[in-house]
Nanobody, 122 residues
Framework: QVQLVESGGGLVQPGGSLRLSCAAS????????MAWFRQAPGKEREFVAA????????YYGDSVKGRFTISRDNAKNTVDLQMNSLKLEDTAVYYC???????????????WGQGTQVTVSS
């Protein structure tokens, strides 16, 4: 069983930056693929970024490519999401997820955090 706890959300102005972090505990967290998803009010959960267990492969949703960077530190069991050039439409609850396979589909992830709110507003 893997427990995930997100942190780093908050309020930021358009064009600003935030860094989200996900701390994993329990099980063999470092052997899982990790991902970030987000969900805005009234919208479906959206894929943001994913990283393989080794960190050797990363994937990004089209809406965040070139602006967001996912990384992981297996020694610390953490996964970070660096978000730059934030836009109003990036406002959402951001969720960290862990699973056996590094995919873009939320259904393939077995473990989820509680989420952290990111609000982009002037």
């Amino acid at each position: 069983q893997v427990q995930l706890v997100e942190s780093g959300g908050g309020l930021v102005q358009p064009g600003g930056s935030l860094r989200l972090s996900c701390a994993a505990s329990g099980g063999t967290a470092s052997s899982y693929a990790m991902a970030w998803f987000r969900q805005a009010p009234g919208k479906e959960r959206e894929f943001v970024a994913a990283i393989s267990w080794s960190g050797g492969s990363t994937y990004y949703g089209d809406s965040v490519k070139g602006r967001f960077t996912i990384s992981r530190d297996n020694a610390k069991n953490t996964v970070d999401l660096q978000m730059n050039s934030l836009k109003l439409e990036d406002t959402a609850v951001y969720y960290c997820a862990a699973g056996a396979y590094c995919t873009l589909w939320y259904g393939s992830y077995d473990y989820w955090g509680q989420g952290t709110q990111v609000t982009v507003s002037s």
